[in-house]
């Protein structure tokens, strides 16, 4: 019953360090999501991938990469990591495209980070 | 584009009282609509959703949602509000076709129960 599984929940950078933010889903699902959430800005797309082995931009992709692993994994890089990074970042993922009930998006419990 | 709007980014009631948090949406074409809820330090959970068929929905924890479309609005109610309410609440909007199957949130509504 784990769903949608952040890595790590709290971190700390310094300005210019990087880091990767893990995500794994066991629900079988196929598309994934990083999001950012900001006070007052509600949630912003970074990255999706609506399968394994594709990716596209979001929102706000500028200072992040990103990588489908495998079904479950989506993995959200910062190569140098800046002070306006600090978030707390969400993943998240669904079913499939489609109608209805497969458009859920199911999120993990989000990695809060801050950059020094 | 679509886009999504939540009037108010806190609103506070008092226990028992009606809970109504307000969403409107921006879109060429009625989107689905969706309700998501944020506990402290915790991930989003779907409240409920509108895709097609019946205007107003049901949700989890009593909360409903009427999709008007002459309004273009989504507004979020619950009859009587609980102090496990406590949290943020977010609307948001899904492109029907197309899309790559991506959220639009609003700013989300922090709602507060007072005794």
């Known amino acids: 019953n784990a769903g949608v599984t952040q890595t790590p929940k709290f971190q700390v950078l310094k300005t210019g360090q990087s880091m990767t933010l893990q995500c794994a889903q066991d629900?079988?699902?196929?598309?994934m999501y990083w999001y950012r959430q900001d006070p007052g800005m509600g949630l912003r797309l970074i990255y999706y991938?609506?399968?394994?082995?594709?990716?596209d931009k979001g929102e706000v992709p500028n200072g992040y990469n990103v990588s489908r692993l495998n079904k479950r994994e989506f993995s959200l890089r910062l190569e140098s990591a800046a002070p306006s990074q600090t978030s707390v970042y969400f993943c998240?993922?669904?079913?499939?495209?489609?109608?209805?009930?497969?458009?859920?998006?199911?999120f993990g419990a989000g990695t809060r980070l801050s950059v020094l | 584009a679509q886009s999504v709007t939540q009037l108010g980014s806190h609103v506070s009631v008092s226990e028992g009282a009606l809970v109504l948090l307000r969403c409107n949406y921006s879109?060429?074409?009625?989107?689905?609509l969706f309700w998501y809820v944020q506990y402290p330090n915790q991930g989003l959970q779907l409240l409920l959703k509108?895709?097609?068929?019946?205007?107003l929905v049901k949700g989890i924890n009593g909360f409903e949602a009427e999709f008007k479309k002459s309004e273009t609005s989504f507004h979020l109610t619950k009859p009587s509000a609980h102090m496990s309410d406590a949290a943020e609440y977010f609307c948001?909007?899904?492109?029907?076709?197309?899309?790559?199957?991506?959220?639009?949130f609003g700013t989300g509504t922090q709602l507060k129960v007072e005794l």
């Open positions: 998240a993922s669904s079913e499939a495209r489609g109608p209805g009930a497969k458009n859920i998006q199911y």
């Open positions: 879109s060429s074409v009625p989107p689905y």
């Open positions: 629900m079988n699902h196929n598309s």
């Open positions: 991938s609506a399968s394994e082995g594709t990716t």
């Open positions: 948001a909007v899904k492109r029907v076709a197309g899309g790559g199957n991506k959220l639009t």
């Open positions: 509108y895709t097609t068929g019946a205007t």
